[in-house]
C-alpha cells in the first residue's frame, strides 16, 4: 500500500507521464487552476514514491492523524522536518483540493505496484519527433506498463493525439473517457489560426466536440483566443493538455483565455 494513500483519497490526482514537456503542462495546469481559486499542488512522483524506511513510521502516524483524529481543528502542532510531513502540511494548512503529480517511468512503476489511482493521466508524448524512434528504452517501458490501468474507474485520459504511441497508450483502456489534443483532425482539442510572428506564441483553441466536466455541465463545442506567453510552438501541445484539463475541472473558457492573457510570459 501506498504509505500516504490515505490523505490523498479526498483529493482530485492528476499524473502526468511523457518524455517531454510534464513540468510546463503541470505549471500551467496549476496557474489555471489557482487563478480559478482551485487550490492545487505540483509533486513529483518521487516524493510520494521514494520512501526512506526510516521516514515510513512518522508518515504513516501523520497520516492517521488526518484521517482519524481532529485536534484543535486540524493537524497536530508536533515540529518535524521530513519531506512528506512538508507535503502534509502543506495539504492540511493550504486546503490543497489537487495534486498534479509529475510521474518518471520509475515511478509509475511503483505507482502501479502500490495501486495507486489517478482522477485524470495526462500523456504529453512518448517520441522526440516524427523522424526519431521511440526517446529511449524508459519511455518504451512506459508504453508497456500500461500506465492508464492507474486511472480510477471515472478517471479521465487526456492523450497526444500527434504522438506515435497515443494508441498503445489507450490500449485495453476500459470505459475510462479519452480526450484526445493536438494538431489532427482528430483531436477533440486543436489549435488554429496560430500567430509565429513574435516570440510569443499565439493561437485559436478549438473544441471540437463537446466534452463534461467534472460538475457534469456540457461544456459544448467553440473557439478562443490563447496567447500562451510562451516561446516555441511545441508549447502548443503543452498548453492544449492544460486547456484540457482546466475544462474537465470546471474552469470556463473564458476564464481558461483571460488567465492566460493576464501572463505576459511564463517562467517556465
Do not use: W
Request: hydrophobic share 35%; glycine share 6%; aromatic share 6%.
Amino acid at each position: 500500500m501506498f504509505v500516504g494513500e490515505k490523505i490523498f483519497e479526498e483529493i482530485n490526482k492528476i499524473g502526468i507521464i511523457g518524455a517531454k514537456g510534464k513540468t510546463t503542462t503541470a505549471k500551467l495546469i496549476m496557474d489555471l487552476l489557482n487563478r480559478n481559486k482551485m487550490r492545487s499542488i505540483h509533486l513529483k512522483g518521487s516524493q510520494l514514491f521514494d520512501v526512506d524506511d526510516k521516514e515510513k513510521p512518522e508518515f504513516e502516524e501523520a497520516a492517521g492523524i488526518m484521517n482519524n483524529t481532529d485536534v484543535g481543528g486540524g493537524l497536530r502542532a508536533t515540529p518535524r522536518t521530513n519531506k512528506f510531513q512538508q507535503i502534509i502540511d502543506k495539504i492540511h494548512n493550504d486546503k490543497i483540493q489537487i495534486a498534479i503529480i509529475e510521474l518518471s517511468t520509475s515511478d509509475l512503476e511503483k505507482a502501479i505496484t502500490n495501486k495507486f489511482q489517478f482522477d485524470s493521466i495526462i500523456h504529453t508524448n512518448t517520441y522526440i519527433s516524427e523522424k526519431k524512434s521511440i526517446s529511449n528504452d524508459k519511455n518504451l517501458e512506459m508504453i508497456k506498463k500500461r500506465p492508464l490501468r492507474l486511472l480510477s474507474k471515472n478517471g479521465t485520459a487526456i492523450i497526444n493525439i500527434d504522438d506515435k504511441s497515443h494508441m498503445q497508450i489507450v490500449e485495453g483502456i476500459g470505459n475510462n473517457i479519452v480526450v484526445p489534443y493536438g494538431f489532427s483532425s482528430k483531436a477533440t482539442l486543436t489549435a488554429s489560426s496560430i500567430e509565429t510572428s513574435s516570440p510569443i506564441v499565439k493561437f485559436t483553441c478549438c473544441l471540437q466536440r463537446g466534452i463534461t466536466n467534472k460538475n457534469n455541465i456540457e461544456v459544448e463545442a467553440m473557439e478562443f483566443p490563447v496567447n500562451t506567453g510562451m516561446e516555441g510552438t511545441y508549447n502548443i501541445q503543452n498548453a492544449l493538455a492544460a486547456i484540457a484539463q482546466a475544462l474537465l475541472l470546471g474552469v470556463s473558457p473564458e476564464t481558461i483565455s483571460s488567465s492566460f492573457s493576464e501572463r505576459k510570459k511564463y517562467s517556465l
